[in-house]
């Protein structure tokens, strides 16, 4: 799976768009761009994933350049209760891939 | 909402004693189930890799024969920590995908569990 880079961490204002921030320059065609989140002492929360096209969910949009090679997840409305470590994975699709995460970007929400 | 649970949330033991974690699918059939670990200020290792009804996949440098699994049914897998000692002390997740073939398939994951072995 392609490997991805993302800043260690970040600092947002609370009511203010987030937008973390991932390059993933060697993806192959067949992998998707997963984000998850991990609050503290908790177990990671999937967010959103896609393959080329913009997506939008609830919780967050997921904007991947044309080329592919970046990403950008955008929280919207960040709230105290979005701090957390983001990751950005890129998986193979099948049955005998994996997510293999990163040190991820820690963001952190403030008043 | 795709939910996974764990059992127990946090455990303490005493060295030399193994410890069994509880990973459940509750409201969807999971065939994959993959096991974690996180050390404190570390992100996630991958232990393990389990489809329903056959052997667990380990990643290189866990010992599988420490680290027990067993993928029962499309709802449930274990974890067994065999003879544990305090540096198995750690955080750890299980995740449940369900479905097969091409499509993407998403991970979810459980709240995790904190063993500490004294």
């Known amino acids: 799976d392609a490997k991805t880079t993302q800043p260690p961490s970040m600092d947002c204002a609370e009511g203010r768009a987030a937008n973390l921030p991932c390059n993933h320059s060697t993806i192959s065609g067949n992998e998707y761009v997963y984000w998850y989140r991990q609050i503290h002492s908790q177990g990671p929360q999937y967010i959103i994933h896609?393959?080329?096209n913009n997506e939008t969910n609830e919780m967050a949009s997921l904007i991947i350049t044309e080329d592919r090679k970046s990403s950008t997840l955008i929280l919207p409305h960040a709230t105290l209760r979005d701090t957390a470590v983001y990751y950005c994975?890129?998986?193979?699709?099948?049955?005998?891939?994996?997510?293999?995460f990163g040190t991820g970007t820690r963001l952190q929400v403030t008043l | 909402g795709a939910v996974v649970s764990q059992h127990p949330s946090w455990v303490i033991c005493k060295s030399g004693t193994s410890v069994k974690i509880e990973c459940r699918s509750l409201d969807f059939q999971a065939t994959t189930m993959f096991w974690y670990r996180q050390f404190p200020k570390q992100s996630l290792m991958l232990m393990a890799t389990s489809n329903e009804g056959s052997k667990a996949t380990y990643e290189q440098g866990v010992e599988k024969d420490k680290f027990l699994i067993n993928h029962a049914s499309l709802t449930l897998s274990t974890l067994t920590v065999t003879s544990a000692h305090p540096e198995d002390s750690s955080f750890y997740i299980c995740?449940?995908?369900?479905?097969?073939?091409?499509?993407?398939?998403?991970?979810?994951f459980g709240p995790g569990t904190r063993l500490l072995v004294l």
């Open positions: 995740s449940a995908r369900r479905g097969l073939g091409g499509e993407a398939k998403t991970q979810y």
């Open positions: 994975i890129v998986r193979v699709v099948g049955t005998a891939s994996k997510l293999t």
């Open positions: 896609g393959l080329k």
